[in-house]
């Protein structure tokens, strides 16, 4: 008797486990989507400004090709480089900018999104690595707030 309570108890624990599993296989939940009205490019000093402005000029383009058909809650995004790294790996480049992004609230200006991530690029050319970490970095910024990829 003790032999088959222990065996329903093993298969019981088995099941929990495997519902356990599926849970976190299912589908996730759709990220929130936010109206975004302007966007500022922050860093600390020596920042290239070429990356800086590319980051910030793609961004707000994407910002106002971006048409919202229901109501959602309006935010400015302050995106900060917070560093750059330049001419890694074997061939000398690859380029990793790390930022950080608040979503502050338009009504009330309390923040109410963060993100933040690590952006690696591929420039074979050094001279266009800032033009294309800015592209790669504004391509995750609009990717994360699912902003226009096109101007109007």
Known sequence: MNWLRSCFCRAALVCVALTACVSLSGP???APVYDVRSAVVLSGPNMPADLLSGINDRVNAAINATVRD???PRVVLTIR???????????KDRNIAKVSIDAA??????VIAVSAFDVTSIAADPKLADEILAEDVAARIRSVFSLSGRSH
């Open 70 to 72: 229901t109501v959602l």
């Open 105 to 110: 609230s338009v009504e009330d200006g309390s």
């Open 81 to 91: 480089v917070v560093s750059v790294e330049k001419g890694l790996g074997f061939q």
């Open 28 to 30: 996730k939940p759709a």
